[in-house]
């Protein structure tokens, strides 16, 4: 009687899932798995015979959109429903009844990642493990001139592994088209750079010339590693044009064709997690904003995450990266879900940045967790290795998800601001010539960091995006301290910018655009920048235009 009672009532559901949805339907028209059970006392027609027919007055429920309906990612559970759509006018026979409009997976891709204090001795091993004889060493000149920094220790790493390396160190902070050119030019034709200290090639274990380099290392912040991650491309695929991976509507945006060398990222900031993504940012000169190239296959091999390479982080430094991971958690968790993104014509068209899912939501809330926990004592107190050690593994944890889901607009809108930036520079930041940076003209040296220029749009976005997912905004404001339990919805995103803005004034990031340089006269050209952002304006979870954009870049003028 039992089993009986449980098949009447899964009959009974499968009923009333076909009659309002259809058989054609991709989810709910799979009834004939189970209507195929046969029993003694239970015969049923096959579930295409059941669409349209009147149903006993026990079995039918209302129907308020029709046959078309939608499957929505659940935010309080996060169940996984898929976003469907199908036309009663459709015949069961039309390939266009049976193909969803929206994505119905997501995909996981990360690094490997090993995190301690004094990890970074053992990348020599690791290059060994590999079979590497050649490794390509990336830096920049700050952290090349500094006599005991991590570069120094993966150099003797890699000497006591008897392993050849040439280091580059011309890696330029927030690096450009031509940069990332030139770094692709060095792993092709290392002979190119003139005898200097910027040129150190260690083959004392090879009498020969080395061999063509067959693995890379990355060690600094994320322009090094994303230097490392272009070059590394442009070396293994010497016959493509820049623009070919860049992407769309910049560049081509086509996908990466195959594997590259292995990486080794030895991240030495905490924020970027670019140890742990497939995303490489450059400033595009000629249109004076940034972009970048996204593709699973660039990800680094093994990101070494070690605590002791953040311990002499000048304090703005720290600040900055760690706004950047802030907002790397607040965007993935706020994001588009997955299953409203378009369906890709083909799976390995689905793009890196593919909103938010489940498997990013548990990251992208531990990290915002982490961080809003440890970055004001990490920055306050570099002594500090508790709250610093956090915030770095906090950083790896922000990168795994939004390197599977994404960013929106903060990070859309950040693009426009570095690249249009005039004449600020912050303090702590190196010189312009130890950035990678030749003076020429005026702004050649000016520098918003990149993760400030997330934040400073940070209070404006997040007021203007929690309408259209109050939950998930008030999930974050609470995690970031606030007390949420009397907050209505439409108060929402005011509650989570106060909550940004507090760590702001507490960490003395400027206040707004217009203390960096900016005006209202700068706002047609900052939405310019921003409109070709597609891969991560489109993830906003309002859309936004031109007139959306412009409005929130003058909210943005003043954050406090």
């Given at each position: 009687?039992?089993?009986l ?13 076909v ?9 709910h ?18 579930s ?67 995190f ?21 060493l990336?830096?920049d ?32 902070c ?48 994320g322009?090094?590693?994303?230097t490392?991650?272009?070059a ?9 044009d ?11 945006g ?12 030895v991240?030495t ?15 595009y000169?000629?249109m ?70 489940p498997?990013?939501?548990?990251w ?27 915030v ?6 922000a ?35 130890m ?21 400073l ?22 995690l ?32 707004g655009?217009?203390a ?32 959306e ?12």
């Amino acid at each position: 009687l039992f089993l009986l009672h449980n098949m009447r009532r899964a009959v009974k559901r499968v009923l009333q899932s076909v009659h309002v949805h259809g058989s054609t339907c991709p989810c709910h028209g799979c009834a004939s798995s189970i209507l195929s059970w046969r029993t003694p006392s239970i015969l049923l027609a096959s579930s295409s015979s059941l669409r349209g027919r009147s149903l006993p007055p026990h079995l039918r429920i209302p129907i308020n959109n029709g046959s078309r309906h939608r499957h929505s990612y659940n935010n309080n559970n996060n169940n996984i429903r898929r976003s469907l759509s199908s036309s009663s006018s459709s015949s069961p026979s039309s390939p266009s009844s049976s193909l969803p409009l929206h994505d119905t997976a997501f995909e996981v891709a990360t690094s490997g990642l090993r995190f301690g204090p004094g990890v970074t001795r053992e990348v020599g091993m690791d290059m060994k493990d590999m079979g590497a004889r050649h490794v390509a060493l990336f830096t920049d000149p700050y952290l090349a001139s500094l006599p005991n920094s991590p570069v120094h220790v993966v150099m003797q790493s890699l000497r006591d592994a008897k392993i050849a390396f040439t280091l580059y160190d011309r890696v330029r902070c927030e690096p450009t088209d031509t940069s990332f050119k030139q770094a692709a030019h060095f792993m092709q034709d290392p002979t190119s750079l003139t005898s200097s200290s910027s040129s150190v090639s260690d083959n004392k274990y090879h009498p020969y010339s080395p061999p063509a380099f067959d693995a890379v290392i990355a060690v600094g912040g994320g322009s090094v590693i994303d230097t490392a991650k272009a070059a590394n491309l442009f070396y293994s695929y010497p016959e493509a044009d820049f623009l070919d991976f860049v992407n769309a509507p910049v560049g081509k945006g086509l996908p990466v064709p195959g594997p590259v060398l292995p990486l080794i990222a030895v991240p030495t900031t905490a924020g970027t997690g670019s140890e742990t993504t497939g995303v490489a940012i450059f400033d595009y000169e000629s249109m004076g904003a940034k972009t970048g190239i996204a593709s699973r296959r660039l990800k680094p091999t093994l990101g070494i995450v070690d605590p002791d390479n953040t311990l002499t982080l000048p304090p703005m430094v720290a600040a900055a990266s760690g706004f950047d991971q802030l907002c790397h958690a607040l965007e993935s968790y706020t994001a588009l879900p997955f299953d409203r993104r378009p369906m890709p014509p083909s799976p390995a068209l689905r793009p890196a940045y593919q909103g938010s899912n489940p498997f990013s939501d548990i990251w992208s809330l531990e990290a915002l967790k982490m961080i809003s926990q440890h970055l004001p004592n990490a920055v306050e107190d570099p002594s500090n290795t508790h709250a610093r050690s956090q915030v770095m593994l906090a950083s790896a944890y922000a990168g795994i998800g939004f390197g599977n889901a994404g960013v929106h607009l903060c990070h859309g809108m950040s693009y426009p601001v570095s690249g249009l930036v005039r004449k600020y520079r912050p303090e702590g930041y190196p010189s312009p010539s130890m950035s990678g940076v030749h003076v020429h003209k005026e702004g050649d040296g000016a520098l918003v960091p990149h993760g400030m220029s997330v934040v400073l749009n940070a209070p404006a976005v997040f007021r203007f995006t929690a309408i259209a997912n109050p939950e998930r905004h008030r999930l974050c404001a609470q995690l970031m301290g606030a007390d949420v339990s009397k907050v209505d919805d439409e108060d929402v995103g005011k509650v989570l910018s106060d909550q940004i803005v507090k760590m702001m004034k507490r960490l003395h990031i400027p206040n707004g655009l217009s203390a960096v340089g900016f005006s209202r006269d700068d706002i047609p050209d900052l939405v310019k920048g921003t409109l070709p952002q597609h891969r991560v304006t489109k993830l906003s979870p309002r859309p936004v235009g031109e007139e959306e954009l412009a409005k929130l870049f003058e909210d943005a003028m003043v954050a406090y």
